[in-house]
């Protein structure tokens, strides 16, 4: 049995339409009423964990948001979505260091002491740090539940809006949500 609370997490560098698809999945399997965490990884910027299976995850440029940036991206995008708006009161963002072992403790301490809450997993066949992040969860104690039933093409990356809008290609705007492209657009 899921408990009634659920979380997804991700470095949301920047929050995506493939990020926002996540959200709507595991919004679908927490009652209206209960609470979806998002944890924001690599929340902090002197965080220098690593990601086991995915380095890139690791570089300078690979993390140009902020943690407060990322939470705005995250809340403006589900506030201006007439498909979930209604659950924004649902949502709580917190910071979630899934690649540093001893800032992940405090926080599972702070937020998770039972370890009540279902964590909601995006694994998809061949990615070795989602399913390492899977077995810490596990061996934290967590129910994890991957909400990929089959394997599915990526709608995008968050290395992708980056490359395009370093490039000067306009074209990052359509792979974001709306609330993602105004924080964004905000910061230049």
């Given at each position: 049995m ?36 998002i ?15 995915d ?10 948001y902020?943690f ?12 201006l ?20 072992e ?10 998770f ?51 395009l ?24």
């Open positions: 899921e408990n009634k609370d659920g979380m997804i997490h991700g470095r949301f560098q920047p929050y995506h339409k493939g990020h926002k698809q996540h959200t709507i999945r595991a919004l679908k399997r927490v009652p209206k009423g209960n609470k979806l965490y944890g924001i990884t690599k929340p902090f910027l002197t965080d220098n964990g690593t990601s086991v299976g380095d890139h995850r690791d570089n300078k440029d690979s993390n140009p902020t407060e940036q990322r939470r705005e991206m995250i809340l403006r995008s589900i506030k979505d007439p498909e979930i708006a209604d659950r924004l009161d649902d949502i709580v963002v917190i910071p979630w260091s899934m690649n540093n001893q800032e992940l403790n405090m926080l599972v301490d702070v937020f002491p039972e370890r009540d809450v279902t964590q909601f997993m995006n694994i998809i066949p061949g990615d070795g740090w989602e399913y390492e992040k899977e077995k810490i969860l596990q061996g934290m104690g967590f129910k994890t539940v991957n909400l990929v039933k089959i394997e599915q093409p990526r709608i995008t990356s968050a290395t992708e809006v980056r490359t809008k370093k490039a000067k290609d306009l074209t990052w705007k359509n792979k974001v949500p709306e609330g993602t492209m105004e924080i964004i657009e905000a910061l230049q």
